[in-house]
């Protein structure tokens, strides 16, 4: 039996129990409640992350409705609802103007709706944990759609100086690039190659190394040792290209690190007692390593 | 320490989580919760009745979006919204329309919305589990309010043959007469009196006995000790009117034993696997006995 402290602290909901909504569809894959309410519990938060299902074309008219309740203080955002969340807040992050999508949405004490986007933020967290400083950086982020712009924006937000944007889609490319530009004038950006070398910090934003036999996003033999690698990738946890990278003896970032490290960023939005990734992967009732 | 099987069991929401609403305003003295999630877990459904505090203005619109939700089950519905349920339903059950009020609400399988009310049916079934029989029988009801209303309906219902009403205010005890004679041609209503001489089962449905000075609703020397007494005052366990009738002998059913009482309604109506009283009492984090 194990000891009494190792026990699941246990989730009472009461009449004081503040509500943060997680709004998507379909709920069956949301992983969020089983990390957060225990977290919540652990420090007796009275708080509670419920999985509300809603499909697309009822969504708008939930959102206007659901923040009027007293007792809620926002939601997390998850598919099919993250871009067409941006047109629904009263005001929004500049990274969630540039990214064009919203992951969380906060009621402010007047009622509006604040919604930003913790998707890039918590990539650049993580790479600041690792040590690596991001004002001045330069950075490749190959893959412009919605986690590559939420990186992009971020990195931008943090002071990165340089940032290499590649997509498939040229056009969504320049699209983010011009987005970038726009609101970081002083950004040097760039599209249209891949090529990692001379870069701080590389990424793999596509979803290049999900399957076996996918190509990998970019040449790793040009990637120099001090080069810090992300991946965002999380159906395994060193893909061939994140492995490739270690190999060259490259600081390297898991794709579940990313998700771990804007929960902090979450909580502080929402107002509530913040902590580190370790202890929300302590306490988390899922395990997300494959 | 205790023994591990005595330890609270968790509650653990996750993706495929179903909701149960509970609303209100305000939400802090809701205790649903506190007996319908404990429940849920001890007998492993996944399933939790969340508190969402809706004003007034809000509600009619709330209503109409959060059914669309597409893990929410139905609603448990409170002040001061009970009233106002009824006329945003599709269906309301016949007891919810005789006594104008609706205190659940279910979603059912083609997104339609059925109200019911269980207030009146937690008094019928505690009568039944103290070995009454409703059918045939006679029944004073003193209070014709809202919780009043709502068990004069759920006694017609159940079969009974005659009801007296009595109200401070004779028109409103008319006019739920008038209601019942309409749904319930059979049954035998009169107004008026408030003498319990003559009846199976006399309840007093009005709020004298909250208050240590109140008058008793009605004259106690004027009851049979083979008469059935009800309660519905809550704050205290036995008031002076329903100790006056112990002492003479009758039967006796406190208020908060029709609280308990309609949850295994609420229940059944809801598609969940349903329970006696006994056990909601035993698992329930909250003491309700004063």
Redesign the interface.
Known sequence: ?PP?ER???????????L?IAHLG???????A??IY?PYFDSIGVNA????????PE?YP??V???F?????RGALVTMPHKVTTVGLMDEVTTTARIAGACNAILKRDDGTLLGDLFDGEGFVRGVRRKGRTLAGASALVVGSGGVGSAIAASLAAAGAARLGLFDVSAASADALAARLREHYPALAVTTGSKDPAGYDIVVNASPLGMKDDDPVPMDVARIASSTFVGEVVMTREYTPFLAAARERGCTTQVGVDMLFEQIPAYLEFFGLPTTTPDVLRSVA?VAYQP
Chains 1, 2 share one sequence.
């Open positions: 039996m009494l026990l699941p602290a246990c989730l009472m909901i009461n009449g004081d129990t509500l569809y379909p709920t069956k894959p949301f992983k409640p089983l309410n509670v992350v419920m999985p509300m299902g809603s499909l009822d008219a939930l206007r409705e659901i009027k309740l007293t007792n809620i009732k």
